[in-house]
């Protein structure tokens, strides 16, 4: 079956631009995740839905950083005026719910590159 | 706080080999652990996940322990192949909601 889903696979883009990045879960997991992934680091967590809403968004890093999930399945990450420090690999994951027992797939990714 | 630590960053072993990568987390109090391989320019693929309450999980060649009171947890690779070079990662869950947190990762290198 379909795993999980990003586009675009990578992304140039100017300082102080506007980018969006989606994700398609698996169908039927009610949970997605984001992290973000710096060149040779483990992947860091930024957000996660349950449903529809943002269950923890601890992991924001600043109000430049924004993302929904409107019906419940595809979610969409917004990052406002980028900087070059925002460059990075930003991950997808969904699981059939959130919790303990539940194994989170991931996506392949966006690469994103603020020049 | 809450961190997870794999050392070494980096690994070579000759083909055959049977491996251990080491995993190791300040707090006690995790839910579950899960171990996950990644190939260069690659998403992260999930390995084995073994719950708190567990003290191991096995797959294939690959089994996984999990040490609570040591916070610690190992990934065996039994008869290593070439294949298998990639970046071993390990995460660990503190709450009951989903939030990973990941070690740096260990690359290894399988050589034929």
């Known amino acids: 079956g379909a795993g999980v889903s990003q586009t675009p696979s990578n992304k140039v883009t100017e300082k102080g631009k506007y980018v969006e990045l989606r994700c398609d879960p698996i169908?039927?997991?009610?949970?997605l995740y984001w992290y973000r992934q710096s060149l040779g680091q483990g992947p860091e967590f930024l957000i996660y839905f349950q449903g529809t809403g943002a269950a923890d968004d601890s992991g924001l890093p600043n109000d430049r950083f924004f993302a929904v999930r409107p019906e419940g399945s595809v979610s969409t990450l917004k990052i406002q005026r980028t900087e070059r420090g925002d460059s990075a690999v930003y991950l997808c994951?969904?699981?059939?719910?959130?919790?303990?027992?539940?194994?989170?797939?991931f996506g392949p990714g966006t690469r994103l590159t603020v020049l | 706080k809450q961190e997870v630590t794999q050392i070494p960053a980096a690994l070579s072993v000759p083909e055959g080999e049977n491996l251990v990568l080491n995993c190791s987390f300040t707090d006690s109090a995790i839910y579950n652990l899960q171990w996950f391989r990644q190939d260069p320019g690659k998403g992260l693929t999930s390995l084995l996940l073994i719950q708190s309450s567990q003290r191991e999980q096995t797959s294939g060649r690959l089994n996984a322990s999990l040490d609570k009171s040591s916070g610690r947890s190992t990934l065996y690779i039994a008869a290593s192949q070439p294949g298998d070079s990639a970046t071993y990662l390990c995460a660990a869950l503190y709450n009951q909601g989903g939030k990973l947190i990941f070690g740096q990762g260990t690359e290894l290198s399988v050589k034929p």
């Open positions: 169908s039927g997991h009610t949970a």
């Open positions: 994951a969904s699981s059939l719910a959130s919790g303990p027992y539940n194994e989170q797939f």
